[in-house]
């Protein structure tokens, strides 16, 4: 799809507009689900667990019921659904054992809030607590208790996954290239690390919300804040045994989604109490609390490096084993664990690697997608490990990247070989090495030292980051032509913010010679209405569904001329068109207007030709293949987005407190097709990140309790956090495939900025900080070399803080 | 209780549970559904607006308090379908992704601007400190404020660096 | 909200005691809520009548007496506070922690006096009141009686208010009024946020006084020190009266270095 039209004969793409919804937005009257009240409409409220696992020992709902106003009182018990996206693991309501603190136990459904909160407190659970499994690591030992003994009698996705029955292991991902231990032998240096993140929150400024209507003819409308329409229609039918026709999906705005919203989430238990009042519509709209717990959160990692290195500086071998935290169910953590094992080494060539990706079951919330997809954490590690190895070895950390970077020729962990076209790393660590005037002080700088007596570091991280989507996802755009010659374009690919309606509206003005105003990209989304889309998520939403408006738009022009070529009476090879007309190359005078055609011709004398001009566009992701589950060889990327990130840092090396002086990012974007919504996905990815970097971190005490499921204790960064300096970089590497040759950008802002905050606090103060977040006191004991704090789930075991440990070889504590 | 409260100049009496909220009253009692609430807990600021010249979480705040208030909400801040200076530099700068901090975030430039009308950056940067954006990372709104007041500079509109 | 209750909005003094005295066990009163209603939604609290001290009339002065001192009522707001001349000039630690204070929305509506009675150990403005010896006006409808800041708050959360009882105002001597000092803050993010632990210090030409936040189960105000007082001599003391805690926003440790840290840079600062 990627056309050589030089920049300068493009009109719409690439070009500064605003946005296609911006003026709903900052009125006010953009509707979200949140704002939405329907005739007779009841309010739901969830029972939690207040531990993390416990026998269910008896519900006692009784009191519940009779309380004035409640129309609908659920357990568990009562529903035989199970959910799963790709490994059938939950139930609606837990059963006979809850598994995560937060976990839902009960509902209810009534004529208020305040009703249905009341009941919540009448309903008693009697509880008989027993030992959570709740670090990852501990999981996997021989007496660990399950999380699922019934692992084995699961349905999952079998093309894609690996659980091992009678274990904690809901997915093992292998990746097998090369020789390894041949490469070890051969290294001049082994060095090995462990890294870890803690479990975060999205935090959506919307919380989770859905209304749903059972009508008793079980036709079901479900209307949700939520990113995938049709497969949460999909998840739903399949759980609740509906056939597809029966359900509808509405999501109107978004107020956010950053993975949480992807999959399905609160609906069916919505949909449950609905169909037990009889068929009146329930909301629920979870409180900001109950997003940490109540809905899954992003997984934690605790990733292992073990690298040998050429003494010329080449990395030979790699071995990484990721442990994923799953939490209770599996939800999108097994995929997560597959696309970040194919990804593993961060964007060097590896010629010997070894992959060992586990998704672990743990007695906590559950993680699912984010913003990412697992390359935010893994990057951590890696890009970290980067600049401990150069640190060893004696060399520059950035150096030390660019003799290893992924280059045109060199073949990827599953063997897909880089070409010219794929992106260039190196264009994108170059810029953010100049952004930052890496490697030197200025003398500005050197008197802010003086002047400040805090030291100041500069650092840089590398990533890459392809879609994690099944090999043939495919999506479709449907554009009518309006009596008066405007567009409407109909898409399920969801916009909660990340501004793809524009550049699908850019996109298709462009194609169809259109000024932008004509063109409408309608923003709710209706499964019975819209044409199908598989998910809003992994940045594939600009390539394939960019690519599917430009086909629409080609088979929308194909409908026009065949009209035009019968109303003028012409060959359609001699026609051509501009914005309103489609006329005779020949003879330009003989035209026909879009508008004319746009519903038919109508000859003068009443006869009608043609009948509404409609573009269809179909489009799925080609040349993809699963990986094969033995090796992890296979060919899983639909594009690779590569992009590098440079910090400036000061830190008062006493106490461990830091300001961040300047982030520059620069990504390989392919084309730019609206260079304020790049701009504005680059800074808000990069403080997303930045805030996870920070401050962000789910903490949990020795029984599985959440102790910090709020805003009081869950800090995300406000505007007095940004960095002082901000710097936006894009390399356009054309796409082959690409609309106009664009690949997407939506998620890859946030991936890389913790390690580059690591790195300049590295570079500054020697702190070797291993795990996120770094909080001052982190970075403070890092600097002391003493124990980092411990957070018992997150806390690195070997490497952290101690300035140069014994890398080589066996680490006790590795066991 | 029954309460009389004027909004966005229009008055509005409304009998409201003690125990509503302010936000909950503007949204479920009035159907003024531009106000957002994000936490409930004063952390986030979607819900603000501004009672009687100053701003405030709405969601701490009960209805029966504004009685006899004077508040402006994001309803009020276009005029005849125009939107505000405030609102239109939002809408070019991009300041805007999912929207769902927007009427609050807007309602708290309004107020800084009302006690301070041509804020250094810094001082925008503070007078935002009460709302989370999740998207932006802040710095189109705050150069949509700075080009509001007139202050934003030829070289911040420069924007995305094509290397 | 999730919680049912009746709101009430006395307007005269006696009106609210009589109430208090009748219902005061089942009574929650507020200014700004933004305490209140935080932990009324969390089901921390759960009053059956809230009442409103905005509406009785009195409570609401801010006002300075060269001989009294300054008179901060039970409905001042925090912004009203920080923006008052007279409380910049001659006690500008308490505009200080005003403004480090939550968020502008909040310190709209939070008052001084509420931060003072809901007793957090990390309260911003009881640091730089304790340093100023601040006196708590409380009253009944059996009268009045002044309480000493240091003695008001008992614990976490604790106070010695009685359920019958509220308290009218802050009065703040001039003793130390228009003294040098600061109030420094840690903070998990560079925007709004609790105190992990704070210092505050006021210096005049003959005494150096310290109160120190989030680092016991109250507001730790240090004994007096000579003005000559090293900052080695302070942060001695400072280490017997504190009783830091691990929890999920620092450890003991860094919350005890942190405190000793901020002692070093406002003795400079005082000494300067």
Known sequence: ?815 | MKITVTINGQKYQRDVQESQTLLGFLRADVGLTGTKGGCGAGECGACTVIMNGEAVNSCLVLAVEADGATLQTIEGETVKGKLSPVQDAFARHHAVQCGFCTPGMIMTVKDLLARNPKPSRDEVIHGIEGNFCRCTGYQQIIEAVLDATGQLKESDKEGLKYV | MLHDFSYVAPTAVDELFTFLATHGTKTAVFSGGTDLFVNIRGGLSAPDYVVNLKSVPGLSDLSFDPKAGLSIGACVPVTRVLNDPTVNKKYGVIAKAAGELATHQLRNRATVVGNIVTASPCGDMSSPLLCYDAQVEIASAGGSRIVALKEFITGVKRTVLQPEEIVTRIIVPTTYAGTKGNYLKLKRIKGHDLGVVAVAMIATSKVIRVAISSAAPTPVLLPDFPASASAETIKESARKAISPIDDVRCTKEYRAFMVEEFIDRLHAEVKA
């Open chain 1, 1 to 815: 799809m990627y056309e050589t039209i030089p920049a300068d004969q493009l009109n719409t793409v690439g070009k500064k507009s605003g946005r296609v919804d911006a003026y709903e937005k900052v009125t006010g009257h953009a509707p979200y689900v949140s704002d939405m009240i329907m005739q007779g409409m009841l309010y739901a409220a969830v029972k939690q667990s207040p531990h993390a696992r416990a026998r269910i020992v008896k519900i006692d709902t009784k009191k519940a019921k009779a309380l004035p106003g409640v129309r609908a009182v659920v357990t568990g018990e009562e529903l035989q659904y199970r959910l799963g996206l790709y490994v059938v693991d939950k139930d609606i309501l837990a059963k006979t054992e809850v598994r995560h603190f937060g976990e839902a136990v009960a509902a209810v459904a009534a004529d208020s809030p305040l009703i249905a909160q009341k009941a919540i407190k009448l309903i008693e659970v009697e509880y008989e607590v027993l030992e959570p499994v709740l670090h990852p690591l501990k999981a996997l030992e021989k007496d660990a208790p399950l999380v699922h003994p019934a692992l084995g009698d699961y349905s999952y996705m079998e093309a894609a996954f690996t659980p091992v029955p009678g274990t904690n292991i809901a997915n093992h991902t292998k990746i097998r290239k090369g020789d390894v231990e041949k490469a070890f032998a051969q290294a001049e240096w082994i060095i090995e690390r462990q890294y870890t993140n803690p479990s975060v929150q999205h935090v959506p400024m919307e919380t989770h919300v859905a209304i749903v209507r059972w009508q008793p003819n079980d036709e079901v409308t479900i209307w949700s804040s939520a990113q995938s329409p049709y497969t949460l229609r999909n998840l739903f039918c399949t759980a609740m045994k509906l056939p597809h026709r029966n359900v509808r999906v509405i999501v109107p705005y978004v107020g956010g989604g950053f993975g949480g919203k992807a999959g399905i989430g609160i609906e069916p238990l919505v949909a449950v109490l609905s169909r037990l009042a009889g068929g009146r519509p329930v909301k629920l709209m979870a409180t900001r609390e109950q997003e940490f717990s109540l809905l899954p959160c992003r997984s934690q990692l605790t990733y292992r490096i073990k690298t040998g290195i050429a003494a010329d500086g080449k990395i030979v071998g790699q071995h990484m084993t990721m442990y994923w935290d799953a939490g209770a169910y599996a939800d999108y953590a097994v995929n997560v664990t597959r696309a970040s094992a194919y990804s593993a080494a961060g964007p060097y060539e590896i010629p010997n690697a070894w992959v060992d990706a586990y998704t672990i079951y743990t007695n906590k919330p559950f993680g699912t997608a984010y913003r990412g997809f697992g390359h935010v954490e893994f990057h951590w590690g890696i890009e970290r490990h980067m600049d401990l190895v150069a640190k060893v070895i004696g060399m520059d950390p950035v150096e030390f990247r660019r003799k290893n970077t992924l280059k045109p020729g060199s073949h990827t962990l599953t063997g897909e070989l880089i070409r010219t076209s794929t992106g260039s790393i190196d264009k994108c660590l170059d810029a953010a090495c100049k952004s930052i005037n890496y490697g030197k002080l200025t003398k500005a700088e050197k008197d802010r030292q003086k002047r400040t007596g805090m030291k100041i570091g500069k650092g840089v991280a590398c990533f890459h980051k392809a879609p994690a989507m099944p090999p043939f996802t495919a999506t479709a755009v449907i554009l009518k032509m309006n009596e008066d010659g405007t567009v409407t374009a109909n898409l399920t690919l969801t916009d909660y913010g990340q501004g793809s309606y524009t550049a699908i509206a850019q996109i298709i003005a462009e194609r169809l010679g259109f000024p932008l105003e004509r063109v409408k990209v309608a923003f709710d989304c209706d499964t019975d209405r819209d044409p199908y889309d598989w998910q809003t998520v992994a940045s594939k939403g600009l390539i394939l569904s960019g690519n599917a408006a430009i086909l629409a738009a080609e088979d929308l022009l194909a409908c026009a001329y065949d009209t035009a070529s019968q109303a003028l009476r012409c060959n359609k090879i001699d026609l051509a068109h501009d914005a309103d007309k489609i006329y005779i190359k020949h003879h330009p005078e003989s035209a026909v207007t879009f508008r004319q055609m746009a519903v038919g011709y109508a000859f003068p004398n009443g006869n009608g030709i043609g009948g509404p001009i409609i573009g269809v566009g179909r489009y799925i992701a080609q040349g993809l293949s699963h990986l094969d589950k033995a090796t992890g060889q296979g060919n899983p990327a639909l594009d690779w987005t590569y992009g590098a990130h440079g910090m400036i840092i000061e830190v008062n090396e006493k106490t461990g407190e830091y300001n961040i002086l300047k982030v520059g990012s620069a990504f390989d974007v392919g084309k730019v097709v609206n260079p304020d919504s790049v701009r504005g996905q680059a800074i808000g990815g990069m403080m997303q990140g930045l805030g996870t970097a920070v401050c962000e971190g789910y903490i949990y005490d020795k029984e599985g309790h959440l102790l910090n499921p709020s805003f009081t204790d869950n800090k995300i960064p406000t505007a007095v956090d940004m960095p002082l300096e901000i710097e936006c970089m894009v390399v356009e590497t054309p796409q082959i495939d690409g609309p106009y040759g664009a690949r997407g950008v939506g998620e890859h802002p946030m991936i890389g900025v913790a390690a580059a905050l690591g790195n300049a606090l590295q570079q500054s103060t020697g702190a070797e900080i291993t795990h996120m977040p770094m909080r001052y006191e982190d970075v403070w004991r890092a600097i002391r070399h003493i124990e980092p704090v411990d957070n018992w789930i997150t806390k690195s075991p070997f490497g952290s803080c101690k300035s140069s440990p014994q890398m080589q070889g066996h680490h006790p504590e590795l066991g």
